[in-house]
């Protein structure tokens, strides 16, 4: 059995070294939300010492909310905020000499796109035209994974080490109280529910199916290093490889 083991990085955290080690994939910031040209190398340099796959991370072009308040723009502009800052990082990994292998948006323009199609179209648009060989991560099974796949793309289904959820299957807001796990037991138990029973407890004490093929770990988390190294631990000893997505 495989799963992938991603985390957002490049995000300026001190963690992405010591992290490393433990993932599969990496979202790499574009420079957007946070960042620049010189993290993004440093990120990519980091990922081919490791063997770790490389991906986008766009988000809006606010860094004093870091990318986590959303933004109303026209669907052109949105196509034009993931496919500029694809430019970005597709100059820098040729430059390294490096693959560019996924693509997943971060923050409020991820939130957004999980509950609009049309905005999961824009952006899945943005991402084929790119490349249209490039593996688009969405929140496992939104809309952000429905219209990446009938636009063509290779998509990951992502669930989240760190993050509560919502009955309709959308992640808690960071607003509210019982958004993030904190504590890295509970991070194990909602791991290994969503990788064993398929399924997720909700923050309403239901439980509701969950599809999984990436587990995210928030590089910027309190705690992000520790839930690094314990879940790769979980993922092993129950008998799973961390490695990158495959193509379907």
Not at 70 to 79: A, H, I, R
Request: glycine share 6%; hydrophobic share 40%.
């Amino acid at each position: 059995m495989m799963i992938d083991l991603n985390c957002d990085m490049g995000e300026g955290m001190p963690n992405d070294a010591a992290i490393m080690p433990y993932i599969s994939s990496a979202n790499i910031a574009c420079g957007y939300h946070a960042g620049d040209e010189t993290t993004i190398r440093k990120t990519i340099d980091l990922c081919l010492r490791h063997n770790v796959a490389i991906g986008a991370h766009p988000g809006f072009d606010d860094k004093p909310n870091f990318g986590r308040v959303p933004f109303q723009l026209s669907q052109d502009e949105y196509y034009q905020l993931v496919y500029r800052q694809l430019e970005i990082i597709q100059s820098i990994c040729k430059e390294k000499q490096a693959s560019l292998r996924h693509v997943k948006p971060h923050g409020a323009l991820y939130n957004m796109a999980a509950n609009d199609q049309t905005l999961s179209r824009v952006l899945a648009k943005a991402v084929y035209d790119f490349n249209p060989r490039l593996i688009f991560y969405g929140l496992g099974g939104s809309v952000m994974i429905q219209e990446a796949k009938a636009i063509g793309l290779a998509t990951a289904n992502e669930v989240f080490a760190d993050r509560t959820y919502q009955a309709d299957g959308t992640l808690t807001p960071r607003s509210h109280p019982s958004a993030l796990i904190q504590n890295v037991t509970q991070a194990e138990a909602q791991v290994l529910q969503m990788i064993t029973q398929k399924s997720v407890t909700t923050i309403s004490g239901e439980s509701i199916p969950i599809q999984t093929e990436t587990i995210c770990i928030h590089g910027d988390g309190e705690h992000a290093v520790i839930f690094a190294q314990a879940i790769h631990q979980l993922l092993t000893e129950n008998g799973f490889a961390i490695c990158p997505v495959t193509k379907s």
